[in-house]
């Protein structure tokens, strides 16, 4: 079956998005990042058509976090064709709701939270894709230090779920941080995941006398990117983000997984599950392509020297 298969078959699918805490106008078409934009053009490519042969039913969590087992509840009781669950949290509370809607989700330590017992072979109704790997999360921290020597106390801000998550598997990274002479320290988000949340983290970084932070790809802090770029700034912090449009809206650097990419691979996952196949049966995406990417004025206001080995591994530099 090609591309236009969605449409030849007279049927209208349904699927229901369900972000935890961007507003659901934000995550249209119209107004997507680069993510959003490859999984709505990889759609269409694939024949689905929103307002003809597709219906998407987007909802949002607001930041609240004990209002997501709610939610998913009742968008389960809808009934739609695949369910679009981002982040680990909500991909679990999908998960309790239904054995037999097909939830294609982006998450992290798939395995370790009972989301999927395999990655090849996820059994069940759940598949999608899995993020942040201990071997990312060190990579990140090794490109900062490179770009930033003289931190030697740098925060992670996190979820404090994803926090207690990454302290269970033993730190994952934090015997080499030891070796850098880099003590991590915890900067833990609570729920409501709003700007006074964020400015909190922000007053406790600074009387922890950080000097300098990584940002998890928490969908939450991919939603307030830009007021995390501003608190950074205000407080002359040096800070490493997974998205390389952090680096766009004046972030230090950046590391992490080509969002377009993951778009595109949730669209391909959806178009096989609309097509018959069963999540049990496909393998969870884990990302293969990375970029790095450096705002040269930025390292400048701060005061730093970007070093050429730092400068020769980039794939994107702003001036």
Known sequence: MGPAHAQQNGKVYRIAI?????PAAEFTDAKSHAGWKAFYDELRRLGYIEGQNLLIERYSGEGRAFHYPDLARDVVHRNPDVIFA????????????TTTIPIVGVFSYPIETGIVPSLAHPGGNVTGAAYEASHLWLKRL???HEMVPQAIRVGYLTRRELRETWEAQGRPGDEVARKMGVSVIAASLDHPMDEAAYRRVFVGLTQDHADGFMVHEDEENLTNHKLIVELAEKNSLPAIYPWKMAVDDGGLMSYGTDLSALGRSIADTMDQILKGRKPSDIPVFQPTKFELAINLKTAKALGLTVPWTVLTLADKVIE
Do not use: G, Q, R
């Open 86 to 97: 981002i982040t680990t949290e909500l991909t679990l509370d999908f998960k309790a709701a």
């Open 18 to 22: 369900v972000d935890p805490a961007l």
């Open 142 to 144: 090794e490109v900062f």
